[in-house]
């Protein structure tokens, strides 16, 4: 369970758990509000599980950062269940 980021690419490899929702926003901070990013990719197509209420925190938080005018792109799981 990984979580990177290159330019405003933000990828997860393994499970969205709570210790991944908070790298999570932690990038997202950063490739906000350090790096001076106006869109953010975020990549789940590694993801292999995710749990909902860390979701629905993250859903949450993204809908905060479009509200502020942010793009909010979404790259979904490769792997249908």
């Known amino acids: 369970?990984?979580?990177s980021s290159e330019g405003n690419k933000i990828s997860i490899i393994g499970t969205?758990?709570?210790y991944n929702f908070y790298?999570?926003?932690g990038a997202m901070?950063?490739?906000?509000?350090?790096?001076?990013?106006?869109?953010i990719d975020l990549d789940f197509?590694?993801?292999n599980k995710a749990y909902s209420a860390?979701?629905?925190?993250f859903v949450a938080r993204c809908q905060?950062?479009?509200s502020e005018g942010i793009d909010i792109y979404l790259t979904l799981p490769?792997?249908?269940?």
């Open 64 to 66: 905060r950062y479009w």
């Open 54 to 57: 860390q979701m629905l925190s």
């Open 45 to 47: 197509s590694d993801c």
């Open 23 to 25: 790298a999570m926003l």
């Open 78 to 81: 490769s792997e249908k269940k």
């Open 29 to 39: 901070h950063n490739r906000v509000n350090s790096a001076g990013y106006q869109s």
């Open 1 to 3: 369970m990984t979580v």
């Open 16 to 18: 969205f758990d709570e």
